[in-house]
Each structure stands twice: as structure tokens, then as C-alpha cells.
């Protein structure tokens, strides 16, 4: 089995997840993108309803056509980001901002994609025979920890975490962590709460693919110092169930309890 397909499995395990974790596809062919066994919707869809679907399981890829957000389109390369969008006027519009000049420096510093995109194929992780370009990881606040934590036993202190509310799957979770190759976190925003229907405490984290071993690696690594006895042995009865165990899981030590006497089941 390829290491693509144990570092997804392992992914599940180490984290408790209610969603597939999703893995996004840039393809700027045509044919490439015809290859792909997913769905392409007859009307326009907005992109993180895409994601959030992929999460229940769903396999979708949108093109310029039938993507139905503006703010998605533009992040992703559909569509040029025009004048009023780099002046700050087209999010004054909105009531997001207080002051042009703070309008016009967010939209200056969003990173999003100057060159066009053909399409973008939106899966959960393991439909995927090909390495994605993007992992998404949807979780409450103490699963995203156990992200934070394996992420930085093995790429170090990250001090660029970007976040501001707004284009929060476009943006946040999708193009700032490819362009600039290193994990986000996001609290999501108004918009695709209310399109997408995310659990209030719900939150997105996305990172290149190429970080994605990296980041299981991390998650294993750090079980003994963080997990209690119960959930290492949930780990370690799965791992051995999936016969991917391959790991020194002790017992009754925390890195912040010294005597963890929490019963094993």
C-alpha cells in the first residue's frame, strides 16, 4: 500500500474527525480536468459549498462557468480581480471595513491566483490517485490543536498564520497556505457559514500537500506527550486493526500529567 494511502488512513485515526478530510486539485487542461471521476454541477455552485460536500463524501469540480461565487472566482484565477477590488471600494461596499486605506491594504495583501485556472477538482482525500495540491482539515478547536501540534513538531514555530474573517475557504484554507507552502488556520466566515451550514464551532485548516506526511508524521509522534490513556489506546487498537501500528505508545504519562491513571478503555 502506497504511502499516500497510510498517511490518510493514519490521518483518521490520530485525529477525531466528523468530516472527510478534502483534498483540492488546480488543473489548468481541459482534458485533465475531463479525467476526473467527479461531478460537475448543471448550475453555478459556490466553491466552499463544493468543499463542504466533499466533506460528507462528495466528488465535485467546478470551472469557471459554474462557479457561482465572485469572491471564490477571483481568489482561484476564474476571473481577473478588477480595479475596485485593489482600490478597497468593492469591500467598502460590503460594510466590512471602517476606512478605505484598511480596505485597500487587506485587499492588497490577499494572496489569490494572478494567472488563469482552467478548473479545480474538489474530493475527499483518498478519491484521490493523484496527490492533490491542497489538504483541507475541518475540526472543533481541540482536534485543530492536535493539527497545530503535529505540524509544528515537524516544520517548526509557524508565525504567519493569516486570518481575518472574510474569503475563508477561497482564501484562507485554500490559496494563502499554496502560494506561500505552509499550514493556515481559518475560523471560516459569515458568508460560508451561512452557504455552506459549517458548525459554529467548527474550524478549517489548509495546508500543501507535500506538508500532509509531514503533518501525520507530527500527529504520531506527539500521542504519548499529549494523548490520555483512553484515546492512545483507541490509536493503538486502530492502527493495529488498519496494520499500520507502528509506534512506541506508553502509558500513564503525559508531557502535563506525570501520572495519568485514566483507565485505558
Known amino acids: 500500500m502506497s504511502d499516500h494511502l497510510n498517511n490518510i488512513k493514519k490521518a483518521y485515526i490520530l485525529l477525531q474527525l466528523d ?4 483534498g483540492i486539485k488546480f488543473v489548468h487542461d481541459k482534458e485533465v480536468f475531463d479525467s476526473f471521476d467527479a461531478t460537475e454541477p448543471v448550475r453555478p455552485m459556490f466553491y466552499c459549498q463544493a468543499v463542504h ?25 476564474f ?27 487587506v485587499a492588497q495583501q490577499i494572496d489569490i491566483f494572478r494567472t488563469p485556472l482552467y478548473g479545480v477538482v474538489i474530493m475527499p482525500i483518498e478519491a484521490f490517485d493523484t496527490e492533490p495540491d491542497i489538504v483541507m482539515i475541518f475540526s472543533n478547536t481541540r482536534e485543530a490543536m492536535r493539527v497545530l501540534q503535529g505540524y509544528t513538531s ?16 477561497c482564501v484562507e484554507a ?35 500537500y507535500s506538508q500532509f506526511g509531514g503533518l501525520v508524521e507530527g500527529l504520531q509522534h506527539t500521542v504519548n506527550a499529549i494523548e490520555r490513556n483512553s484515546r492512545k489506546y483507541q490509536i493503538e487498537t486502530q492502527l493495529k486493526e488498519e496494520g499500520l501500528f507502528d509506534m512506541d505508545i ?14 485505558k478503555e
Open 174 to 208: 485554500t490559496t494563502y497556505p499554496y502560494i506561500n507552502q505552509r499550514l493556515n488556520l481559518s475560523m471560516l466566515c459569515a458568508g460560508t457559514r451561512f452557504r455552506a451550514g459549517w458548525k459554529d464551532d467548527e474550524v478549517a485548516m489548509g495546508l500543501p
Open 250 to 263: 506508553r502509558y500513564g504519562k503525559t508531557y502535563f500529567l506525570a501520572d495519568d491513571r485514566s483507565p
Open 154 to 169: 515537524i516544520y517548526g514555530y509557524n508565525n504567519h498564520y493569516y486570518m481575518c474573517g472574510n474569503q475563508a475557504i
Open 19 to 22: 468530516r472527510r478530510i478534502v
Open 53 to 77: 460536500a466533499a466533506g460528507a463524501g462528495n466528488r465535485i469540480k467546478l470551472t469557471k462557468a459554474t462557479s457561482g461565487c465572485h469572491g471564490s472566482s477571483r481568489a482561484l484565477g
Open 79 to 105: 476571473e481577473p480581480a478588477n480595479a475596485d477590488y485593489y482600490s478597497g471600494q468593492a469591500s467598502m461596499v460590503l460594510g466590512l471595513y471602517k476606512k478605505l486605506e484598511t480596505s485597500k491594504q
